[in-house]
């Protein structure tokens, strides 16, 4: 049986890019744990053989021609939105490496 | 309304709210989460839907509240608090469509859109009394809908009767070019199905579907529903989807891993929250997710974190689509037999506010009967089928086959026309 601890919990949430408090991990490991041994529950059904089903529309491969569209919105009405400057119509990210 | 005074359009005038997770240009939407609420998103461009539904004259008046980014099954985990249920405001509406469900209920609009991954449509439809239409897979556009789990959101409405469903889906259906998953499948004249008797017809009821637990007044209500349906000289058969049972389990594997992935936009670099004086890019993401998101969009996006992860994908991810292979053949070889299958829409009426807090698991198995339906593509209709003794709606749950709406609605009309329940209206 699954079992995720404090460290493995705080482990996800760093990949996950969630900054976890104390109280946070100690709620969340044992929560987490339940959830994942009710989901072992799969473990019983045979599937051998069986396909995975990834998509249910049976369509493939929608193409269409990149062209833009420029009906809907404009790049500066999309920019608007975010909450960092926007500096000659790019948005001034904190950096990378800081 | 046209100057001369006609309604010309299909939907003239007909005012509706969308569940908070509809782009409408310029109004404020957040899915009721803190990551967006912060600084009210104003999506730039509308959706779909809302863009069909003005065409079609209808009129978008207000925003409808959903468990934060539709994460959820009782409206309970909004920024903007808990969604009380018209019949019973110590109750939950259900989610994670709540806010739209009540609305409707309670005469606050004429139809609310809804979007249903797992049973978010019907669930809060049974629990409020309404109509509630989840579409096939590929029948509606999500363009412009905020997304949570790929493979699965469908966008569809609630209503107050199956014959406003039937007209309002009538506008929204259909190819979409911006969302490749819409299929090019012609959209069926619904209002000519409702027309069509049910006469010679089956209905299949899943067994499964009828389990120990469940509350036995809600079983009742659906076995006399069945019962409405062989007095109008339908046929009931018993049928069997053994792989019922592990659904769920396949559902909160798929859910979280789509959802983790979807939830990786929310990074306060183009929309929503933001912290001031990050020490770098790594610091300022940590910090805008996790004072933006609210516990159960952080315990979704961990355990498909870890589901993904290497090594862990095989066991997890790949095993649950194998599963929803044979959950979806369930549905295939029932639909072999019948022409729609009944069920419950959940096991019970709607429960207290606050009665599964600090149990997530509790809170999953509310989607038992629901989302079977959403793993195998195939379409549900949720409608009053009776009141509890505390007179607590209960709803039935009509399954047709993928693209077979018209056949729900034939079914569902049906029902309406022979009984009152979709009329009662709560004491408010």
Redesign the interface.
Same mark, same amino acid.
Request: proline share 8%.
């Given at each position: 049986m699954v079992t995720l601890d404090p460290a493995a919990v705080r482990h996800i949430g760093k990949l996950a890019r969630l900054r976890l408090t104390d109280e946070e991990v100690e709620k969340f490991a044992p929560e987490l744990t339940s959830i994942l041994q009710y989901i072992d529950k799969l473990s019983e059904v045979n599937t051998e053989n069986v396909a995975p089903t990834s998509q249910l529309t049976g369509l493939e491969n929608v193409f269409r021609s990149d062209v833009l569209r420029g009906e809907d919105t404009s790049s500066d009405e999309l920019l608007q939105t975010s909450p960092l400057p926007i500096i000659d119509h790019q948005i001034a990210s904190p950096p990378a490496h800081g | 309304m046209d100057a001369s005074g006609k309604f010309v359009l299909p939907l003239s005038g007909i005012p509706y709210l969308a569940k908070d997770v509809f782009c409408e240009?310029g109004v404020p939407t957040t899915a009721c989460s803190n990551l967006l609420r #912060?600084?009210d =998103?104003?999506?730039?461009? #509308?959706s779909t839907t809302t863009k069909r539904l003005k065409a079609a004259g209808a009129i978008s008046f207000g925003k409808a509240n959903t468990d934060e980014f539709t994460m959820g099954a009782s409206t309970e985990t909004s920024c903007f608090g808990v969604t009380h249920n018209p019949w019973d405001t110590d109750r939950v509406a259900g989610g994670s469509s709540g806010g739209s469900a009540a609305a409707v209920s309670a005469d606050e609009c004429l139809f609310a859109l809804g979007t249903d991954t797992g049973g978010s449509i019907r669930q809060p439809a049974s629990f409020c009394s309404c109509t509630g239409i989840k579409v096939s897979?590929?029948r509606t556009s999500r363009f412009g809908v905020m997304s949570m789990a790929s493979?699965l959101d469908t966008i569809g409405t609630l209503a107050k009767t199956v014959e406003d469903a039937a007209l309002i889906l009538q506008v929204i259906a259909g190819q979409d070019?911006l969302d490749?998953?819409t299929?090019p499948a012609p959209v069926s004249d619904y209002s000519a199905a409702l027309l069509k008797p049910v006469k010679g017809m089956k209905v299949g009821l899943p067994k499964e579907y009828f389990i120990e637990g469940m509350n036995p007044e809600v079983e009742k209500a659906v076995r006399e529903a069945a019962k409405v349906y062989e007095s109008l000289g339908a046929t009931i058969v018993d049928v069997s989807m053994p792989?019922t049972k592990?659904a769920?389990?396949?559902y909160? %594997?798929i859910v979280p891993s789509e959802v983790?992935s979807n939830m990786?936009r929310y #990074?306060?670099? *183009?929309?929503?929250?933001?912290v001031s004086h990050?020490?770098?890019?790594? #610091?300022? =993401?940590?910090?805008v *997710?996790?004072e933006g998101?609210g516990?159960e969009v952080?315990?979704r996006?961990?355990?498909g974190? =870890?589901a993904l992860?290497a090594g862990y994908y095989d066991a997890?991810y *790949?095993?649950?689509?194998? %599963?929803?292979?044979?959950v979806?053949q369930d549905f295939e070889e029932a639909f072999e037999n019948v022409d729609v299958l009944l069920s419950p829409v959940a096991p019970t009426p709607a429960f207290k506010i606050g009665a599964h807090t600090g149990d997530?698991?509790q809170m999953?198995l509310e989607d038992v009967f629901t989302c079977p339906i959403n793993?195998?593509?195939m379409c549900g209709l949720a409608i009053p089928c009776g009141f509890s003794s505390e007179n607590l709606p209960i709803g039935m749950q009509l399954i047709g086959p993928?693209f077979r709406e018209d056949l729900l609605f034939q079914f569902g009309h049906a029902f309406q026309k022979e009984t009152d329940w979709h009329g009662r209206k709560p004491g408010l």
């Open positions: - | 240009k #912060d600084k =998103y104003l999506p730039p461009f #509308d897979y590929g493979s070019p490749g998953t299929s792989h592990y769920i389990a396949t909160y %594997v983790s990786s #990074d306060g670099i *183009r929309y929503g929250h933001t990050p020490e770098n890019l790594l #610091d300022y =993401y940590e910090r *997710r996790s998101f516990p952080k315990r996006i961990m355990i974190t =870890y992860s997890y *790949r095993k649950a689509q194998k %599963v929803r292979t044979l979806k997530p698991l999953y793993l195998s593509g993928q």
